[in-house]
């Protein structure tokens, strides 16, 4: 029997039972999409975090911070001391050490007395640089650069209601205090911090708020005109006290990336076996689907065997079928999954 006759009668049993496809090549578009999806999704999230870690630390040259990352005691991440800034200062080389303090004990207050929540994304606070390499920079209003005042990044005030020159209690360690908001900023060019918060006041009182009076996370560090980022980081790590160490831009980045990179790992894998279930369950559908209809045809299929169909031709009208169905379906869901 001449195969293109067969699939013939494949397209008009396609045709014929246009429900059946339809939520059949919907199981099908649900399960990709999602598998689609949890993928687009974590690549974009470590997209962005990496974008993140480079706009905080790209035109550093060097980063002064303690040797291990958390006290061995109470397991809390290290801080230095802020007097360290008067040594790296007049290390040779350096042309501007600013201290950096952040923080996620400060929590704003909005215009209708509610503690502002995100749905995963921090809170943060940290301290306002004036620096031509400062990653915060302004975008309305000012800066703050005294007591009892603090700015909000852009999309949060957009989203959250804060208006420049209005007063808003903050949260700190030590309770509730009214601030103005005197000014509005943006995190790098596009303000690009996937759903966080960010506050910025004066360094005082970050840790003032903070709880961590004359102690910071890092001094950042650029190095004069001349002088290589290797020069300067071995200056500094011949000055700098036991405990301190200075590292390069590469390596916090090359850190924050790895970090934030294990996040979204874990936050992945959890939507990819969601997705594979949906994929798992999907496949049990479409087979018992295409189980049925076969039996149905059983008429069908033994009158193209009794004019000369053989079992393979028989297969593969079914096949065909299944291949129409299952490449419409997937083309589908890739488009929605990346949606």
Sequence with gaps: MDTRALLLLGRRNLASSRLRVALTALAVMMGVAFVVASFVLSDGLRATFNAIVEDTSGDIDATVRAAGDFAEVTFQAQTIDEGVLDIVSAVDGVDEALPALTSSKIVPIDGDGEAIETMGPPILAA?????????????????????????IDLTSADTYGFEVGRSYDVVGVDGRE???????????????????????FTLDEVQRLDGRVDEVNQIEVTAQSGVSAETL???????????????????????????????????????????????????????????????????????IRALGASKRQVRLTALFEAFVVGVAASIVGLGVGVA
């Excluded at 009214?178 to 900023?185: H, I, Q, Y």
């Excluded at 759903?195 to 910025?200: E, N, Q, Y």
């Design 127 to 151: 301290n306002q640089q004036d620096s031509p390499t400062a990653s915060i920079t302004l975008e309305e209003g000012e800066l703050p650069d005294d007591p009892g005042e603090f700015a």
């Design 178 to 200: 009214p601030f103005t908001l005197v000014g509005t900023t943006r995190f790098g060019e596009d303000n690009a911090l996937a759903g966080a918060v960010l506050m910025t």
């Design 233 to 303: 980081i071995a200056n500094l790590e011949t000055a700098l006290p036991p405990g301190l160490e200075a590292v390069g831009s590469a390596v916090i980045v090359e850190e924050g990336q790895e970090d934030f990179g294990a996040i979204v790992d874990v936050f992945g894998n959890i939507l990819l076996a969601f997705a594979l279930v949906s994929v798992f369950v999907s496949t049990f559908i479409i087979a018992n689907t295409f189980n049925i209809l076969l039996g149905q045809r059983i008429r069908q299929l033994a009158l």
